[in-house]
């Protein structure tokens, strides 16, 4: 007991030194919580993208090129599927739902997809959150478009304003469809997902715009708007892609194989979790780095904090010749460093924890707003716990090297030589 | 040597025993310290003189096993100090050696009480013998060495060298050692305070007869022991016996 106190003592009249060392370790603790926090919850954003979608189709192509632009708009599809192929297959008894996809037109960079109303109705991100509006309804006539939060936010668009899209995904608009402008009926509330930026409208009205368009470029001035918006019967002849959602998930491998053999047209259909998988393991570089930084970044506190140790021991040769002289061991000695240094460890740990936690109880919504990565605030999990306790027992061996200078100082010195 | 403390050599067997020792610092080739043969008895109180340098400090390691010499014996209660393992020897210290030093002599941020209650955290064996709580009887210490009951939980730090060179008294007498080291405990006091300091100091220490030894450069205290030696004439008497 008496140690305990002799120890909190000595904490307590190097305090200022002793908070800076915790506040360093804190620092380094809710930084490594943090990323592995982030990580993780980007890892599980990124995998959650799309949800309660059994199977992708697509042209005949790689898994994670597939992903790429049919979930995320990224790159060109190699080919598109024939409406006749989609039919069919969204016939299949096998077949609960499916979505039609519609690529390769844009507006002021973001991608429009031409889909059907199915789309905000089947639809699932996050463990099976389904889309849901922040203003407005899904479209309902040919030129309605239903825009994503980030499309909103970015282009200040409101209900009812007009857009124009831009033919093809090119970054400088040419190729105009100014004749035919869009009306914002519905804006998306936040997913985190590419649906933030993406432009919904109706594979209809895909079909209008393109109507007297050939090679990307139009053949003459289209009729008027309001004969085109009452136009129903614009039956798309092809589509990008479909999600496919199945009655039972015991059938997906079947009806994967069914579709990677389909006779009439080369096809692929993914599995949108493996794939992202595949692709999250291409990127995980930059996770490697994140816990580079991390690591780093608790090294340098625990320097600090043995720096810290080691510069105050000549000020306490003092003190641990007098613990000598009254019988403690140089072993006894070098141990109330290696639990002083350990005490301000788990200061700095209890610390971040609590600094970080109590971080993403305040910021966690405003996170999810802004990066759409949702952080799941529950217990440590089992990396994080293995993490504090790899940090906790780094720290713990760090002071081995002011210990043994303690031990090695308190060997040679024995009494505080006062007199001859 | 007084009539005493001749009785003190034929009636007790000494606490403390040296024969032929022989010390050097390793950054010396020659011997700084040579004493063929040095006694001290139960319940004894001794002073040893000397100027700065000449080794008394060192002596004073030497029989608190925190050096040892490298010819020679060194007895402490009986016990061959220089064959023993380090740790047995901070044990034997703890358990046997109260200490006091000239100044700076307490843990500056601990309380008084603390600072007299830290020797037994380190030896059982006077833990034993302090009859009552830890707490209790560094209290009875303190008072009577007359440190103010209002000072006990006060940090060292803040207290008069008076006041510390009394706690360091209490310290080095709680669980009643057998043998009181102290180097230059009075050197910072005046000289009233001075004798009043040691007559506490050895009215406590004569109730467990316990052998005081102390060193100084000082020799206005020669009064208050039972034999004094300087330590050149520690040499030169005992290479004559």
């Given at each position: 007991?008496?140690?305990?106190?002799l120890?909190?003592?000595?904490?307590?009249s190097?305090?200022?030194?002793?908070l800076?060392?915790?506040?360093?370790?804190?620092i380094?603790?809710?930084l490594?919580i943090?990323?592995?926090?982030?990580?993780?919850?980007?890892?599980?954003s990124?995998?959650?993208?799309?949800?309660?979608?059994?199977?992708?189709?697509?042209?005949?192509?790689g898994n994670?090129?597939l992903?790429l632009?049919t979930?995320f708009?990224i790159?060109n599809?190699?080919?598109n599927?024939?409406?006749?192929?989609?039919k069919?297959?969204s016939?299949r008894?096998e077949v609960?739902?499916a979505?039609?996809?519609s690529?390769?037109?844009s507006?002021?960079?973001?991608?429009?997809?031409g889909?059907?109303?199915?789309?905000?109705?089947?639809?699932?991100?996050?463990?099976?959150?389904?889309?849901?509006f922040?203003?407005g309804?899904p479209?309902?006539k040919?030129?309605?478009?239903?825009?994503?939060?980030?499309?909103?936010?970015?282009?200040?668009?409101?209900?009812g304003?007009?857009?124009?899209?831009s033919?093809?995904?090119g970054?400088?608009?040419?190729?105009l469809?100014d004749?035919?402008?869009f009306?914002?009926?519905?804006?998306?509330?936040?997913?985190?997902t590419?649906?933030d930026?993406?432009?919904?409208v109706?594979?209809q009205s895909?079909e209008?715009?393109?109507?007297?368009?050939?090679?990307?470029?139009?053949?003459k001035a289209?009729?008027?708007?309001?004969?085109?918006q009452?136009?129903?019967k614009?039956?798309p002849r092809?589509?990008?892609?479909?999600?496919?959602?199945?009655?039972s998930r015991?059938?997906?491998?079947?009806?994967?194989?069914?579709?990677n053999?389909?006779?009439?047209?080369a096809l692929?259909?993914?599995?949108?979790?493996?794939?992202?998988q595949?692709l999250?393991?291409?990127i995980?570089?930059?996770?490697?780095a994140l816990?580079?930084?991390?690591?780093?970044?608790?090294?340098?506190?625990?320097?600090g904090?043995?720096?810290m140790?080691?510069?105050?021991?000549?000020?306490?040769?003092?003190?641990m010749?007098?613990?000598?002289a009254?019988?403690?061991?140089?072993?006894?000695?070098a141990g109330?460093?290696?639990a002083?240094?350990?005490?301000?460890i788990?200061?700095?740990i209890?610390?971040g924890?609590?600094l970080?936690?109590a971080?993403?109880?305040v910021?966690r919504?405003?996170?999810?707003?802004?990066s759409?990565?949702?952080?799941?605030?529950g217990?440590?999990?089992?990396t994080?716990l293995?993490?504090?306790?790899?940090?906790?027992?780094?720290g713990?061996?760090?002071?081995?090297?002011?210990a043994?200078r303690a031990y090695l100082i308190s060997v040679t010195?024995g009494?505080?030589s006062?007199?001859? | 040597?007084?009539?005493?403390?001749a009785?003190?050599?034929t009636?007790?067997e000494p606490?403390?025993?040296?024969?032929?020792?022989?010390?050097?610092w390793?950054?010396t080739?020659?011997?700084?310290?040579?004493?063929?043969?040095?006694r001290i008895?139960?319940g004894?109180s001794?002073l040893?003189l000397g100027?700065?340098?000449?080794?008394?400090s060192?002596?004073?390691?030497?029989i608190?096993?925190l050096?040892?010499?490298q010819?020679?014996?060194i007895?402490?209660?009986g016990?061959?100090?220089?064959?023993?393992?380090?740790?047995?020897?901070?044990r034997?210290?703890?358990?046997h050696i109260?200490?006091i030093?000239?100044?700076?002599?307490?843990?500056?941020?601990?309380?008084?009480?603390?600072?007299v209650?830290?020797?037994?955290?380190?030896?059982p064996?006077?833990?034993?013998r302090?009859l009552g709580?830890?707490?209790e009887?560094?209290?009875?210490?303190?008072t009577?060495?007359g440190?103010?009951?209002n000072?006990?939980r006060?940090?060292t730090?803040?207290?008069?060298?008076?006041?510390?060179q009394r706690?360091a008294?209490?310290?080095?007498?709680?669980?009643?050692?057998e043998?009181i080291?102290a180097d230059?405990p009075?050197s910072?006091?005046?000289?009233?305070?001075?004798?009043?300091?040691l007559?506490?100091?050895f009215?406590?220490?004569s109730?467990?007869?316990?052998?005081?030894?102390m060193?100084?450069?000082?020799?206005?205290?020669?009064?208050?022991f039972d034999?004094v030696?300087?330590?050149?004439?520690?040499?030169?008497?005992?290479?004559?016996?």
């Amino acid at each position: 007991m008496i140690k305990l106190r002799l120890l909190a003592s000595s904490i307590y009249s190097r305090k200022i030194t002793v908070l800076l060392s915790i506040a360093s370790i804190c620092i380094s603790v809710s930084l490594v919580i943090g990323i592995e926090k982030l990580r993780t919850s980007a890892k599980k954003s990124f995998t959650n993208t799309i949800s309660a979608t059994d199977v992708i189709v697509g042209a005949r192509s790689g898994n994670i090129q597939l992903l790429l632009y049919t979930v995320f708009g990224i790159g060109n599809a190699t080919n598109n599927i024939t409406w006749t192929t989609y039919k069919d297959i969204s016939k299949r008894p096998e077949v609960e739902w499916a979505i039609p996809l519609s690529l390769g037109d844009s507006h002021k960079g973001f991608r429009v997809l031409g889909t059907t109303k199915e789309f905000f109705e089947h639809y699932r991100y996050r463990q099976k959150k389904p889309l849901a509006f922040k203003y407005g309804k899904p479209f309902a006539k040919t030129l309605d478009t239903v825009i994503g939060s980030d499309v909103a936010s970015t282009l200040g668009y409101n209900l009812g304003d007009a857009i124009v899209v831009s033919h093809g995904i090119g970054k400088i608009e040419t190729n105009l469809h100014d004749d035919q402008p869009f009306t914002v009926v519905g804006i998306l509330q936040k997913t985190g997902t590419p649906v933030d930026k993406t432009v919904h409208v109706s594979l209809q009205s895909i079909e209008a715009i393109h109507k007297n368009w050939k090679g990307g470029r139009r053949l003459k001035a289209q009729d008027a708007l309001g004969e085109v918006q009452t136009e129903t019967k614009f039956v798309p002849r092809e589509i990008t892609g479909a999600l496919v959602g199945l009655k039972s998930r015991i059938q997906i491998f079947q009806f994967q194989r069914y579709i990677n053999n389909y006779r009439h047209e080369a096809l692929s259909a993914i599995l949108p979790g493996v794939a992202l998988q595949e692709l999250w393991s291409l990127i995980s570089t930059a996770e490697t780095a994140l816990i580079a930084i991390s690591t780093i970044v608790v090294m340098t506190s625990f320097l600090g904090m043995i720096t810290m140790i080691l510069a105050t021991l000549n000020e306490r040769r003092r003190e641990m010749a007098i613990l000598r002289a009254i019988g403690a061991s140089p072993a006894a000695i070098a141990g109330l460093m290696i639990a002083e240094a350990s005490l301000i460890i788990l200061a700095g740990i209890i610390s971040g924890f609590t600094l970080i936690y109590a971080g993403l109880v305040v910021f966690r919504s405003t996170i999810d707003q802004i990066s759409g990565i949702y952080i799941d605030i529950g217990f440590p999990t089992d990396t994080e716990l293995f993490a504090v306790i790899g940090i906790f027992i780094i720290g713990c061996l760090c002071s081995l090297i002011p210990a043994w200078r303690a031990y090695l100082i308190s060997v040679t010195n024995g009494f505080h030589s006062q007199t001859g | 040597m007084t009539d005493q403390n001749a009785q003190y050599t034929t009636r007790c067997e000494p606490v403390v025993a040296i024969e032929n020792l022989q010390f050097k610092w390793q950054s010396t080739s020659l011997f700084s310290l040579n004493i063929p043969n040095f006694r001290i008895y139960r319940g004894e109180s001794i002073l040893l003189l000397g100027p700065s340098g000449c080794g008394k400090s060192t002596l004073l390691n030497m029989i608190c096993g925190l050096v040892t010499p490298q010819l020679g014996s060194i007895h402490i209660l009986g016990e061959n100090i220089k064959s023993m393992f380090p740790h047995q020897r901070d044990r034997f210290r703890a358990d046997h050696i109260g200490v006091i030093f000239q100044m700076f002599n307490l843990i500056s941020f601990s309380t008084a009480i603390d600072n007299v209650i830290l020797p037994l955290s380190f030896s059982p064996r006077r833990r034993e013998r302090v009859l009552g709580t830890d707490i209790e009887e560094a209290k009875r210490l303190l008072t009577s060495l007359g440190v103010d009951d209002n000072l006990f939980r006060t940090q060292t730090s803040k207290l008069s060298v008076g006041q510390q060179q009394r706690v360091a008294a209490a310290r080095a007498l709680i669980g009643e050692p057998e043998i009181i080291v102290a180097d230059e405990p009075t050197s910072a006091l005046d000289s009233s305070r001075r004798d009043e300091f040691l007559s506490l100091l050895f009215n406590q220490a004569s109730r467990a007869n316990t052998t005081i030894i102390m060193v100084s450069h000082d020799e206005t205290n020669q009064h208050c022991f039972d034999r004094v030696l300087k330590m050149e004439e520690l040499l030169e008497k005992e290479n004559q016996s």
